[in-house]
């Protein structure tokens, strides 16, 4: 069974804010963490197409550059409604919403994931803090609705998804908003654009 993953990325100048990394650009940190995370799940077996929901040039010149992955225009309508157009757009009757600032995550963890959701209607994966949400799956046909914001790990389990038992070492849990968060992300190993990015601002 193949899945349609969806990613909304925001642009780059507004997105991570809070990420501050002396001798890095925060606009190509937030480039680079997110295209590195389309990559990885554009590269996961189970994963049949991506779609990336976004309005920044920068992010759609680098998808296109990414085989199995492919962008429509954010709608402007918060992360909930990207999330939206995104699962419309999707041509697989599995589908995923997964978010952009996951710079550790590799192919099998999220080939993990999406195993443990086959079995499952509805399902959502904790952000390593427990409040957050990672990926939420549906697997039935009609309405997909994402409850992304605070505390939306409990909001998308009191909307009947199963909260799946994904290890605490996944890195798939561990998004990144923050510097520290972005050292924990990187003992784990980050993908190469996050990886030549951090290595260049510390030459610097």
């Given at each position: ?114 195993a ?12 390593a ?32 998804h ?43």
């Amino acid at each position: 069974m193949l899945w349609s993953v969806v990613i909304p990325v925001k642009t780059t100048q507004s997105g991570k804010s809070r990420l501050e990394i002396s001798g890095a650009d925060r606009p190509q940190l937030a480039l680079a963490i997110a295209l590195d995370t389309v990559a990885a799940a554009a590269s996961a077996q189970a994963v049949g197409e991506v779609v990336v929901v976004t309005s920044d040039a920068d992010v759609q010149a680098g998808v296109e550059q990414i085989d199995g992955a492919t962008w429509i225009p954010d709608p402007g309508m918060s992360l909930n409604g990207a999330a939206r157009a995104g699962l419309e757009r999707a041509s697989h009757e599995a589908r995923a919403v997964m978010l952009g600032d996951l710079p550790a995550l590799t192919a099998a963890d999220l080939d993990d994931a999406l195993a443990r959701a086959t079995g499952q209607e509805r399902a959502v994966v904790p952000d390593a803090e427990g409040s957050g949400s990672v990926l939420v799956t549906w697997r039935v046909p009609g309405a997909h609705e994402a409850h992304f914001g605070t505390d939306s790990a409990a909001k998308h389990a009191d909307a009947g998804h199963t909260v799946l038992d994904v290890p605490a070492s996944s890195t798939l849990r561990r998004d990144v908003d923050t510097a520290e968060q972005l050292e924990v992300a990187a003992a784990l190993g980050l993908g190469p654009r996050t990886t030549a990015l951090l290595e260049a601002a510390r030459a610097a």
